[in-house]
Nanobody
């Protein structure tokens, strides 16, 4: 089985910083794109940032210049550094990865369990 385990998150004042990490483990042959999504109460889940295996990145307009996504392929881990946080960044953050299972050679989307980020004004 494949698992994504997130860490980080918490409560921070507006203007502060937080870092998230997400480590993949299990029957991993390869990991393609990785990313972070978020879902605020009453809203749909939205893409925050994504990164390819070769580290090309893509960001939502709302976080450009404030958030940085990175990955360590040797550790099967993706990171999200969040700076200049705003109350509207408050949400549950989920990591996502496209992982190929070495037993079946099938690729599928996997999700972390979610971690709460709360930004107080």
């Amino acid at each position: 089985q494949v698992q994504l385990v997130e860490s980080g998150g918490g409560l921070v004042q507006a203007g502060g910083s937080l870092g998230l990490s997400c480590a993949a483990s299990g029957n991993i042959f390869s990991i393609n794109d990785m990313g972070w999504y978020r879902q605020a109460p009453g809203k749909q889940r939205e893409l925050v940032a994504a990164i390819t295996r070769s580290s090309s990145t893509n960001y939502a307009d709302s976080v450009k210049g404030r958030f940085t996504i990175s990955r360590d392929n040797a550790k099967n881990t993706v990171y999200l550094q969040m700076n200049s946080l705003k109350p509207e960044d408050t949400a549950v953050y989920y990591c996502n990865a496209e992982i190929r299972d070495y037993r079946t050679y099938r690729q599928a989307d996997y999700w972390g369990q979610g971690t709460q980020v709360t930004v107080s004004s």
